[in-house]
Structure formats: structure tokens, C-alpha cells
């Protein structure tokens, strides 16, 4: 699966949990709510009736004394009866601490329902109080289920979207792979016509040709370079070879070699390179740091303005190419290594080179930096103090 694909995959599973996530969160707030709301209307149902039930059973009561005997105890509640200054006068203990306030209340970690009433015999009696629990345990039991449930329901909606958008992308998985079959057979017919028009090109006597000629001659010769430099970015990509032998490379005579191969393209835009090499050997495969050169050289080429600038800076543990191009906004630095990924598509190519460059400074761990400004240019900066590569020098 392509870095554009698992990324497409990845936001979009991201959006629609995100966006089931905060359904599903609302949807439980207002169910514990109303669940809330339930149970405390039970309660005060509860608590009103065992009040009239209560002041009913020591209506006659004669005695304060004698009130525990004839009130109907119930284990969820607890009674307490005052007087009109809202003096505690049953039970004689002060075991209620009450915030007086007539009707339903909350105090502390209890519920209060305090109505007036007139009791026959004991005149004193003006308040009767029933205190009750409050509803957390219920609340908390709620919450525990409401919890598993969210926490299923979104592990079974992520897993749902995550297999329907792997269906919903087969189809565009075979036409990118029926793509890469079409490059794949493309490449292989390329390499012949392109041998051939590069030996025939060498072995061409110059100078029996006028000027006309020679000039169309350089421009078939850029051509032919060109094609063989995407030849060789398609030849990677698609057999990829599984063995790089390792070699000691002089860096900067390499450098030099490819500078000299892309010197057609580069003369064709009127482009001058500036160097700043020092003598540097490394343990690396050639075949891999030629293409890494390769294409960011070939990236200053294509991308740099005409009579345009190309610096090349080489030291002990890095490598900077720079251009006077065209340049892109910082925030698009992540995207330009992506395989097919153009930021501007009035240069042509296929979005490949950089997406090479940036696999094969993977496999080595060489660490590539872009720094790029807008119609200022672009500089690709390879360090590998820490990397697999090995410093001979």
C-alpha cells in the first residue's frame, strides 16, 4: 500500500471515529442526564410518599417517647422531627445535620424532603424531615455501563469503516497496480530504443556536421539523457534489486562524474554549477548514492529558473544541492516525497525522484532535509554522521 493511500485511509477511519466518537459522547451525556433526572424523581416520589406514610403512623402519638414505636421505619430513609424554630426534637441524638429549606433539597451526601404537619397530641411537632441517600451508586452503576458500552461502540464502528474503506479501496488498489504493471512493461520496451540511440549518438563523427546539425544533435543528446534518467528512476522502481554490495566510493569524484552527465541538461537552461567539494571517501553502494545524486541534481535542473544557479557543497558527513528555482511553501515539505506527488505540474515528470531519494536515504539512514522558499529556491541537505554509512576518509 502506497504512503498517499495509508495516509487517505488513515484520515479518513480518523474523521469518521472522530465524528461517531462525539455522537456517541453526546448521545450518552443526555441518556445519563435523563437517567439522572429518572432516578431522582423516583426518589422524590419515594421520599413524599414514606413522608405521608410517616406522619400518618404517629399521628396519634401522645409521647415523643413513644415516636420510634409507632413510626413506620423504612431502612432507606431516615426521619427527624422539629419544631417551629426548626429545633431538632426527634430523635433526641443530633444525628441530623440539616440545612433547613422546605421541600426537596441536597446537603452534603443527602437527599431532604421537609414538609409541615400537625400532630393530635404533640403540639410542639411542626416539621417532619425524611433524609434518603443520594442517587450516586445508581449514577455510578449508569456511568460503568455507559462507559463499556461507548468503548465497544466505537471499537466495533472503527473496525466496521475501517474494512468497508479497505473495500471501497480495492478498486483504486487494482488500477494502481494495473498502473505499475503498464510502467513495469513500459520500462522493460524503453530500454532498447534508448541504448540504441545513446551509442548511436557516441559513435556519431561530429565533425562532418554543420552547425545546424551539431545543435540538433545536442538537443537529441539532452533528450536522450533525460529519457535515460527516467529510465533508470523507473528501472529502480520497478525491479528493484535485492542486493547492494558495498564498496568504497570517492564521493567527490562521483559528484564530479554526475555533474559532468547532466551538464547538457543543465546547459540547456543556461544553468552555471558552483562546487564546494571535500575529498571524501565512504562505504556505500554506488548504484544507490549515484541515484540519490541523480535525482536531486536532476530536481535543480527541472525545477531552477533559467541562467539560474546550481550549488553543490560537500563535507566530511554531508551533502547540500541547492537551486535559484521556483521553491514551494514550507508547508508542503512532507508531501514532496510522496511516489507521484507534483507540486508543480508545468515541469513535467512523474513525481518519482524524490520518492526514490528519500527510500534509499531510508535504507542507508541518512537523514534528508528540504528547506524551501517561494520563487527563491530549494536546498536538499543528506547527513550521515549516524547513519549505515561508513567514513573512510
Known sequence: MLLAE???????????V???TVFLVTLSILYFNYQKNVYTEILQDEMVNYAETASESIYYTDNIEKLDDFLLHDARFGVALLDKKQKLIFPAQNSFDIKFKKGFSTY????FYIKTIELDQIKEVHYLVVRADTIDEELAKTRRILYIVLFF???FFGIVIFILSKLFLRPLREYIELLDRFIRD????????ISVISMSLERLDKNDLSRKNIKSIQHIQVATKTLSHLYGDLTFLMFP??????????LDSLILQRIEYFMPLASAKHLRFSTQL?????MINEHIISRIIDNLLSNAIKYNKRGGEIKVSLG????????????????LSDQIFERYKRLENSSGGFGLGLSIVKSLCDMYDIDIQVHSQKDVGTTFTLSWKNSRIIHTS
Do not use: M, W
Request: charged share 20%.
Open 18 to 20: 472522530a465524528l461517531n
Open 241 to 250: 534489486s535485492q542486493s547492494y554490495p558495498i564498496n568504497k566510493i570517492r
Open 316 to 331: 566530511q558527513d554531508s551533502l547540500s544541492i541547492s537551486d535559484t528555482g521556483i521553491g514551494f511553501d514550507t508547508a
Open 108 to 111: 452534603g451526601s443527602h437527599y
Open 186 to 193: 513500459a520500462t522493460h520496451e524503453l530500454n532498447t530504443p
Open 153 to 155: 461502540s466505537i471499537l
Open 278 to 282: 571535500q575529498e571524501c571517501e565512504i
Open 6 to 16: 495509508k495516509r487517505s485511509l488513515l484520515k479518513f477511519v480518523s474523521v469518521f
